[in-house]
């Protein structure tokens, strides 16, 4: 199947933030045709300025992408995100948006939440949704399903991308057999203005508009409380999990 006909992912992060490129981007052709394409020649990873036919499959926004050399990539797949990885690497290395400001999209970092699980060793903290790492979703700690458990964030900007579940590259079926986050209410706390808002149940990420809330105005931003409200239920795990949250500014 293909994945897309005729779009265009311009590239926001490379290699989980670690190195910085605004000049790369993934494109999809009706002929089941993927192009890497990094305009400023900065990157001698295998894959870019070069096409390869591919075929994918997949569900619940996370697909498998076998390209014609052989190689395989997983992807989280949206109309308005790509996040790919390569099979076998934790960190992505490609991260981009349709329409998206690069420029102004970032981790929201200093998120606090009202819990977090602890489990055989390992802290599934809200610092997780700093990065799209396999395996390292910030998870509640509450039992039951976390309805009424919260997230607090600071951000001038009143567009978020919010990534579900638990994504593990390695074991994809953990993100139904984990809970997902269905309904939440957004508050600011500096006015008081809340907002219901509903998710999709997909891996890929989903454009958030806080306008309604709060306007950019260029200040240091106002802080967010997000309460969970009502989950996807998990076909064996109550625990709910969020991959990861980003601002991001659309450029139209």
Same mark, same amino acid.
């Given at each position: 199947?293909a ?11 490379y ?32 894959l870019w /300025?070069? =096409? ?7 569900s *619940?926004?996370?697909?498998k992408?076998? &390209?014609? %050399? +052989? !190689? #395989?990539?997983?992807?989280?797949v949206?109309?308005n ?16 948006g349709?329409g ?32 799209l ?8 700690g509450?039992?039951?399903?976390g ?23 390695? /074991?994809? =079926?953990?993100?139904e057999?984990?809970?997902?986050? *269905? ?5 600011? &706390?500096? %006015? +008081? !203005? #809340? ?5 999709e ?8 508009d ?29 625990d ?13």
């Amino acid at each position: 199947m293909a994945l897309f006909s005729q779009e265009e992912f311009s590239m926001s992060w490379y290699r989980g933030f670690e190195l910085d490129t605004y000049f790369c981007t993934v494109k999809f052709y009706e002929n089941n045709t993927i192009e890497f394409q990094d305009d400023a020649c900065s990157y001698s990873y295998y894959l870019w /300025n070069q =096409s390869f036919n591919y075929t994918s499959e997949g569900s *619940k926004g996370i697909y498998k992408i076998k &390209l014609d %050399n +052989g !190689k #395989e990539l997983v992807g989280l797949v949206s109309k308005n995100y790509l996040v790919l990885y390569e099979v076998g690497e934790l960190k992505p290395f490609f991260i981009g948006g349709i329409g998206i400001s690069v420029e102004a999209t970032y981790p929201l970092g200093g998120v606090e939440s009202s819990s977090f699980l602890t489990e055989n060793g390992k802290e599934y903290k809200s610092s997780n949704l700093d990065n799209l790492n396999s395996d390292s979703p910030w998870v509640e700690g509450v039992k039951g399903y976390g309805v009424g458990e919260k997230l607090i964030f600071r951000t001038n900007m009143p567009g978020i991308a919010f990534f579900s579940g638990y994504f593990s590259i390695n /074991n994809p =079926s953990l993100y139904e057999k984990n809970s997902r986050v *269905k309904k939440v209410k957004f508050k600011c &706390l500096e %006015n +008081g !203005k #809340e907002e219901i808002w509903n998710f999709e149940d997909t891996a890929g990420g989903q454009q958030v508009d806080l306008s309604n809330l709060f306007k950019y105005d260029g200040s240091a931003g106002v802080h967010i409380e997000m309460e969970i409200l009502e989950v996807y239920k998990g076909t064996k795990y109550t625990d709910t999990c969020i991959n990861g949250m980003y601002t991001a500014f659309s450029r139209e």
